[in-house]
């Protein structure tokens, strides 16, 4: 499906008006472990979350959301779930669309 920035309008039958996707990274204070991994698996099945991506030579972990459906307070709160440890945030920015209309 066609990904749209928020105020874009898509062709007569579409059920999604656009979104604002959204990413936010952030540096972990330790590797990541393969229960942590298990845990964010979980979380990628939620609503609003369209992928994660972990840079273990950074130790930087980042999300893409649609900013319309989930917001970066609920990431956080997943992260503290899984008990994993933030040291900061690095950035948060506007994703680019996969493909333009």
């Known amino acids: 499906m066609p990904v749209v920035r928020a105020g874009s309008r898509l062709a007569p039958g579409c059920y999604n008006a656009g979104m604002t996707l959204l990413e936010i990274t952030y540096e972990l204070q330790s590797p990541l472990t393969h229960e942590q991994l298990r845990l964010l698996g ?6 609003g979350l ?4 972990f ?6 972990l980042s999300f893409e959301y649609d900013a319309s459906r989930i917001r970066d307070t609920q990431i956080a709160h997943v992260l503290g779930r899984a008990t994993i440890a933030v040291a900061r945030k ?3 920015t506007g994703a680019q ?4 209309n």
């Open 42 to 47: 979980e979380f990628s099945n939620t609503y």
């Open 50 to 53: 369209r992928r994660f991506r």
């Open 55 to 60: 840079d273990e030579s950074k130790k930087h």
């Open 90 to 92: 690095v950035t948060e």
């Open 97 to 100: 669309p996969e493909f333009k």
